[in-house]
């Protein structure tokens, strides 16, 4: 019959500041640092960490190229002004308003596309 191996348990090394190392110490009240860590680490009723969402970004760069583009444009300002003038009756449409509204909606679709496409969603 064959030996059975037991597996060891890997180290691991966490590097402290004299500051943290003695808050830790403290907090473990006694206890080793090790046992004082794992009991932290492992403790079912700690305080989870945030985790990100499920669709972290993909592309840093990008989204913040879109996010610059979006604030230059000013297009909620202007999509708002457009609704205030429609609503009280003002908006006259004129081949160029519809020209005009149709490249906004062409803008704001490459807009939506390109931060799907950033977050890692291609839909």
Sequence with gaps: ???????????????????ERTLLEREAAGLSLGEYIRKRVF?????KRRTRGKHPVKDH???TQLLGELGRARLANNLNQLAKSANCGLLII??????TL???CADIRHIRKTLMESLGLNR
Excluded: G, I, W, Y
């Design 1 to 19: 019959m064959p030996k059975h191996h037991k597996k060891q348990s890997s180290p691991f090394c966490l590097r402290l500041t004299p500051e």
């Design 43 to 47: 403790d079912e009723n700690r305080a």
């Design 61 to 63: 760069k990008l989204l």
């Design 94 to 99: 004129t081949p160029e308003v519809k020209t």
């Design 102 to 104: 149709l490249n906004a």
